[in-house]
């Protein structure tokens, strides 16, 4: 079983809490990162669009 497997495995049926630790998360980095801030959101939303792509 490789990591994606481990990975699928572990979200399924839970993908809005995953969204919603990637949100909280991003939001603690992004008030310690100042002027990244912008940068941090932008990887937050990228991850979050990837655990839309993983199957349900």
């Known amino acids: 079983m490789g990591l994606m497997d481990s990975i ?3 979200t399924k049926g839970k993908k ?3 969204k919603q630790g990637i949100d ?3 939001d ?3 008030d310690k990162a100042g ?3 912008d940068k941090v959101d932008k990887g937050a939303e ?5 655990v839309d792509k993983l199957p349900d």
Not at 46 to 50: F, S
């Open 8 to 10: 699928k495995n572990m």
């Open 46 to 50: 990228m991850a979050k669009d990837a």
């Open 28 to 30: 603690m980095i992004g």
């Open 35 to 37: 002027s990244h801030k």
């Open 24 to 26: 909280k998360g991003a």
């Open 16 to 18: 809005p809490q995953v």
